[in-house]
């Protein structure tokens, strides 16, 4: 590529002192140099924010911040989106790794299409790293209707184009945040277009929101009632798919 363009790497963060280095590693790792890793940390009370800032000192690209109050995931996720330059946003939690070609990849696959929205697989990994042997299959070109039905995608495997989507704002919305952008995305035309390669490695956590399997489906169910207003009917048919898929990519 002759001109790169920006990456902005948005990682929120909250008493992540065991995973966040590793994390930051991972980006440090990619083959495509032009990005930047926007951090803000959600007022952890562990070494998070030390760790964080010492490798904001070693690499100017590296960005970090502390909130003035603690704001949750999708607030932190904001005031990082609100401090980037990129023409380009990817996500990474600071518990999960990407494989070092993610972004030299996904630019590739965004520019010379004329993407705006891309998404890949990923892999599961255990708490202490260790590989599950399970991995998150893409599942084609997903359109609003269709995610409605399947929220297949991974955040940490995304990639958006503001200059064709614009401004970009994720609602609050626990741990459905990302689902309900991704919603405000797909519901103005654009398509989420898969790479059907594993570029991220997922840690599945006893002590994430996400775990709460229960908490996690009420979220959902939230999403479609308050913010897509769908009928009672539409949330329910929705829901039975999103919850049959949800199992399905779990087990097979």
């Given at each position: 590529m002759e001109e790169q363009p920006l990456v902005s790497v948005i990682m929120p963060?909250?008493?992540?002192?065991?995973?966040?280095?590793?994390?930051?590693?991972?980006?440090?790792?990619?083959?495509?140099?032009?990005?930047?890793?926007?951090?803000?940390?959600?007022?952890?009370?562990?070494?998070?924010?030390?760790?964080a800032r010492r490798f904001s000192e070693r690499d100017p690209r590296i960005g970090f911040c502390v909130a003035k109050e603690h704001s949750g995931i999708a607030g932190t996720r904001n005031q990082s989106i609100a401090r980037a330059k990129g023409r380009f946003i990817a996500f990474l939690d600071n518990d999960d790794l990407w494989r070092p070609d993610k972004l030299e990849k996904q630019v590739r696959f965004m520019t010379e299409n004329g993407y705006s929205f891309?998404?890949?697989?990923?892999?599961?990994m255990r708490e202490d790293g260790t590989p599950k042997g399970k991995t998150i299959r893409t599942a084609?070109?997903?359109?609003?209707?269709?995610?409605?039905?399947?929220?297949?995608?991974?955040?940490?495997?995304?990639?958006?184009?503001?200059?064709?989507?614009?401004?970009?704002?994720?609602?609050?919305?626990?741990?459905?945040?990302?689902?309900?952008?991704?919603?405000?995305?797909?519901?103005?035309?654009?398509?989420?277009?898969?790479?059907?390669?594993?570029?991220?490695l997922y840690r599945v956590r006893n002590d994430s929101a996400s775990a709460n399997k229960w908490k996690a489906a009420k979220d959902v169910w939230l999403v479609y009632r308050k913010q897509e207003g769908l009928s009672l009917f539409r949330s329910s048919v929705c829901f039975v798919c999103y919850a049959f898929n949800a199992i399905v990519k779990r087990i097979f």
């Open positions: 963060c909250y008493n992540a002192a065991r995973y966040i280095a590793q994390s930051i590693e991972s980006v440090l790792a990619q083959t495509y140099s032009h990005w930047e890793l926007v951090i803000t940390d959600d007022c952890s009370t562990d070494e998070t924010p030390d760790i891309s998404y890949s697989e990923y892999e599961l084609g070109v997903i359109t609003y209707n269709r995610y409605l039905r399947n929220t297949i995608i991974g955040s940490g495997t995304i990639m958006l184009d503001r200059e064709q989507i614009g401004p970009l704002t994720m609602p609050d919305s626990a741990t459905s945040d990302d689902m309900a952008l991704w919603c405000n995305i797909l519901k103005k035309g654009h398509l989420a277009h898969p790479i059907k390669e594993v570029l991220m």
